[in-house]
Every structure is written in structure tokens, then in C-alpha cells.
């Protein structure tokens, strides 16, 4: 392979008139030697500079010596000097054998964790269960973890049709736990976010997994790294399947508008709790027909106002008496969210929203749709929204105060069910270094069942994450 480069080398040197760096450039992007972007470098620089840039490619990918680069152009000198400023300051390369760049990343989290009542889920709670129904004394409880750490990578192909071509496919281990002895600590990967997208200037395509469009935003929290914070508590958001189209324009260098449409896979939330290796319809399948999500956004400095909608049409089924029901499920909501920045240090960002049957993003979690024959057959309907300030005092130090509230309509509602969620979080994060943060939280919650005050809860959740980043 090294011969060969060389050889190529020789012929591009002989050829100095006829813009061989270009042609070059081009043959060797089609065996995968170097990529697209080097490529696309290559043919806007001249020749000769051409030709140094390819030598420098070649020098720190392994397949060229200096002494080789050095025999090479009329720039000798200015090859070598630059292979070998390349050799002493790049680590020893990773041979890929691939035509696509690929990046690595994620970030590896510690959470140490303890709770001063019960909830739904020790170590990333999102609201709290009735009071003075657990007999074991597990309500006071604390834990550590690192399944919220999460891995993905991200890459970048050839242009096709005048876009860029990219993607992303990332993991985390939230899926559940090995059902061992000590499988406690042995995470189930969960999948995240897949997709790949083309990007022309002001329209883009996308179709995977990714987040959906509609009420997008959330707060900032290394403890609810997973899910969103505030779930189930004022907070909206998911990542769905779904097929969408952006477009941008700009009126000027500090003022644009982005315009996003998108059909999602029709899930409102009623996934069961237990393990299955195989899908059955659920509420928002059995409508047949997508769901659709739209938001538009104004970006003026550095404010963005944006307005989402969402829609989706189902099918509830089961039993009344002996006979067999179907009623019809209209999923909708509206939502909109801000990102304010007020001086220096300080930024405002939330959502409020109002809609009905959005248990796929996190609205009245598990009790969006109820039985047919209860009140709430044909959803229940919601409303909420989350503020956050943000204070960065410095470049190392951040404060957020976040509050988050959601009323699902009480009248409904069956009794026991949560008609109040409230969360107050405060947090402070310390970044060390570029890749290294840590973080402690505390976070309140206040829940309230409906016509059972006497279950009414409210608790604490305590949190310290050490977050790794790369």
C-alpha cells in the first residue's frame, strides 16, 4: 500500500501543470485511503499546496515515511517539515478501515443516590408513590449506579445530491437489570437515538429514532441523565421513530426561523411494565395511521420562542362485561418554550403545554389512557410546564433552580390515581476540566392522589454524579 502511494505521488509531481492533486485527491477518496472532507480540502487549495496537504494525509495516516514525503514535490523541504511537526504532535494513529469519518464519544457517569420516601424509580425517580405502602422500609433507601452512562457514535459521508450526509446511533444501559442474584448492578443496553440525516444550506431530512420535535427542550440535570428531569412533573419529551423534513431561513446574521414537520411512530404510552421479546398493538397502532408533530421557532441574539403541536389517533380496547369495546383515542397538545438569556451569567429556558393522552412523552406517565368504561377512556387530559434559571458564575461553576408542575384533569381521573406531580430541584456543577464534571443535587417531590389525601407524599431525592465526558 505504501509503494503504491508513493508511486501515485510520483506520477502527481511529474504532472504539476495538469492539477493532478485534485485527480488525485479524488482516486484516492474512491479507495477509501482518505475521506470526504479531506478530499473536498484538497481540491480548494492550489496544486502545490494540494499535494503538501495530501503528503501531511498520508504522513499521519501511516502510509508515508518523511524521507518518502521528502522525495516527493518541488516542496520538499516544506513537505517534511510539516510530516514531522504532524509526527511529533499527533498520538499514533488508529487504522480505520472505513470510507466514512466516525466519531466516538459519551459520557461515563457515577450516581450516588438516597431517598427519603418511596417513588417510582429509586435512582432516577420521577414522582412518588402513596404513602405507608411499603412495609419493608425501603421508602428510606440509598444507592449507587452507573447505568446512566450513555455511548454513541456520530459520522459524516459523502455529499449526495448536493447535501451532507451524517447520523448518529447512541446507547445507554437503562433497559432494565440481569435477572441474577447480584444483577442489581448488571444493565440491559437501552437504544437511544439512531438515525441519518441529509443537510442541504437550508433544508434538512432526517429518518431514525432521534427527539421529537414537539416540546424539546429540558432542564439540566446530571441526576435524571437517562430520562428527562421532571418527567411526569411538567416536563414533555421523547425519542421516536419518525421520518422529518427542517427548513431554515435567515433574515439576517442574528435573526432566523426554523420550520419542522415530522410522522412519528403513533405510541401513547401505554407500553406494558413486563419484559417482551415481541411488540403487540398497542392504543396508538391500532389507530393505523401516524402520529405528526410540527414546531416553528424565531431565534433573535440569542432568544428563541418556539410553538410545537403534535397529533395522533388511536383505538382503546378491552372489556365490559362480556362484551368486547372499542373506543377512539385522540392524542394531541400544544406547547411552548423559551430560551432567554437576561446579561452575562444569567438564562431562562421552559415549556408550558396543554394536551391529552401524551404518555409517550412523559404526560401523566402510566395513567395517559385508562380502561374503556372509566372516565378517562378516551385519555386524560393534561396540562403543566417546567422554568428553569441558570447562573454561571464562572467558567467552572453553574447553579440551576428548576420548578416543574403537571394537573392531569382530575374529573378524569379513577380514584388513586396522581392528580398532582410537583418537583423543586436546585443543583451546582463543578467542571474540573474540559472532560470532567461533578455535580449534587436535591430535589423535592410533592404528590397527591386523587380522593385519597390521606396518601398524599412528598420526599427528597439526594444525587452526587461524577460525569466523564469524551
Not at 432494565?176 to 440491559?188: E, I, L, P
Not at 429514532?209 to 428527562?228: E, G, R
Amino acid at each position: 500500500m505504501r509503494n503504491l502511494v508513493f508511486l501515485v505521488f510520483t506520477v502527481a509531481a511529474g504532472c504539476w501543470a495538469q492539477q493532478s492533486a485534485q485527480v488525485l485527491a479524488d482516486i484516492l477518496e474512491q479507495k477509501g485511503v482518505i475521506g470526504a472532507s479531506d478530499r473536498a480540502r484538497i481540491r480548494s487549495a492550489g496544486n502545490e499546496e494540494g499535494v503538501q496537504m495530501l503528503a501531511a494525509i498520508l504522513r499521519e495516516k501511516g502510509l508515508l515515511s518523511a524521507d518518502e514525503a521528502a522525495r516527493i514535490t518541488p516542496a520538499a523541504q516544506v513537505v517534511a517539515e510539516a510530516a514531522q511537526r504532524m509526527e511529533r504532535a499527533a498520538p499514533e494513529p488508529v487504522p480505520v478501515k472505513s470510507r466514512i469519518p466516525i466519531r466516538l464519544y459519551g459520557t461515563v457517569l457515577f450516581n450516588a443516590f438516597s431517598n427519603t420516601s418511596l417513588n417510582n424509580n429509586q435512582d432516577v425517580p420521577s414522582f412518588q408513590l402513596k404513602q405507608g405502602t411499603d412495609p419493608t422500609g425501603g421508602d428510606k433507601n440509598f444507592g449507587m449506579t452507573a447505568r446512566q452512562s450513555r455511548f454513541g457514535m456520530s459520522y459524516a459521508g459523502p455529499e449526495i445530491a448536493g447535501a451532507h450526509v451524517g447520523g448518529q446511533v447512541e446507547l445507554d444501559f437503562s433497559a432494565g437489570t440481569a435477572t441474577t442474584s447480584n444483577g442489581a448492578d448488571y444493565f440491559v443496553p437501552r437504544l437511544r437515538l439512531a438515525y441519518a440525516r441529509l443537510d442541504w444550506t437550508n433544508t434538512s431530512l432526517i429518518a431514525g429514532q432521534d427527539w421529537s420535535v414537539f416540546a424539546p427542550l429540558n432542564p439540566t440535570s446530571f441526576a435524571n441523565y437517562s430520562t428527562a428531569a421532571l418527567t411526569s412533573s411538567g416536563n414533555l419529551w421523547a425519542r421516536l421513530p419518525q421520518i422529518r423534513a427542517e427548513f431554515r431561513h435567515s433574515f439576517s446574521e442574528t435573526s432566523k426561523v426554523l420550520y419542522q414537520i415530522a410522522a412519528t411512530d403513533p405510541n401513547q404510552g401505554d407500553n406494558p411494565s413486563t419484559f417482551a421479546s415481541s411488540r403487540t398493538a398497542g392504543v396508538g397502532e391500532r389507530g393505523r395511521i401516524p402520529a405528526f408533530e410540527s414546531r416553528v421557532s424565531y431565534t433573535a441574539g440569542s432568544w428563541t420562542l418556539g410553538l410545537s403541536g403534535h397529533y395522533g389517533h388511536g383505538k382503546n380496547a378491552g372489556t365490559i362485561g362480556t362484551r368486547a369495546v372499542q373506543t377512539s383515542v385522540d392524542s394531541w397538545g400544544v406547547a411552548g418554550d423559551w430560551t432567554m438569556p437576561v446579561g452575562k451569567f444569567l438564562t431562562f429556558t421552559g415549556e408550558a403545554y396543554q394536551g391529552r393522552s401524551l404518555g409517550a412523552y412523559g404526560g401523566s406517565l402510566s395513567q395517559s389512557v385508562l380502561p374503556v368504561g372509566t372516565p378517562g377512556e378516551h385519555g386524560v387530559e393534561t396540562r403543566g410546564g417546567w422554568t428553569q434559571a441558570q447562573v454561571n458564575f464562572t467558567p467552572k461553576w453553574q447553579v440551576n433552580l428548576i420548578y416543574g408542575i403537571e394537573l392531569p384533569n382530575p374529573h378524569q381521573l379513577t380514584t388513586g390515581l396522581r392528580d398532582k406531580d410537583q418537583t423543586y430541584t436546585g443543583n451546582v456543577m463543578y467542571k474540573w476540566s474540559p472532560n470532567l464534571t461533578l455535580a449534587w443535587e436535591w430535589r423535592r417531590f410533592l404528590t397527591n392522589f386523587r380522593n385519597q389525601q390521606a396518601f398524599d407524599e412528598q420526599g427528597d431525592h439526594v444525587n452526587l454524579a461524577v460525569a466523564f465526558v469524551f
